[in-house]
């Protein structure tokens, strides 16, 4: 169990192997707390995932148990990045799907940055 009593961090997934170099990314950019590069299914013209450097499976495990300094330095590189993509003046969305009923994918915390077209409503009708 992880800090949530979810299930524990798993060092196989995906997102892990890019933080180690076991599989490529196109990177946007990079620092002590946060490694950010594109969706490799993009769902807007700009899609690109911010990820912690840290073992952390999702949003509740990250505001949980992370540190002050690696929430702080998380977060400023979430904005800094969608700052650098030139999103802010036209805005953008940034999302993080935490459990099942979100439909996260991927067990390494994440955060999408969503931009370059208008992005419409935002969530589906529970109706479809
Ligand atoms: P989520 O549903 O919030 O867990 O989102 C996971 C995201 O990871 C999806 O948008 C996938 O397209 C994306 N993804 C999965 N594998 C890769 C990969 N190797 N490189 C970049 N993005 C990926």
């Known amino acids: ?3 949530t009593g979810l299930p524990p961090y798993d060092d196989a997934n995906v997102f892990a192997k890019i933080l180690r170099g076991e599989i490529p990314s196109r990177k946007v950019y990079e620092d002590e707390w946060a490694l950010a590069f594109h969706d490799i299914n993009p769902q807007a013209p700009v899609h690109v995932l911010v990820i912690p450097k840290g073992r952390y499976c999702s949003l509740a495990d ?58 419409g409503r935002m969530i589906q009708s529970a109706r479809g």
Do not use: C, K, T, W
């Open 1 to 3: 169990m992880d800090v």
């Open 62 to 119: 990250f505001s949980a148990g992370a540190s002050d300094a690696e929430i702080a330095g998380f977060f400023r590189a979430v904005g800094h990045v969608a700052r650098s993509l030139g999103l802010e003046a036209p805005g953008y969305r940034a999302l993080a799907n935490m459990g099942d009923h979100a439909g996260q994918e991927v067990g390494h915390f994440h955060v999408h940055i969503f931009g370059g077209r208008p992005l």
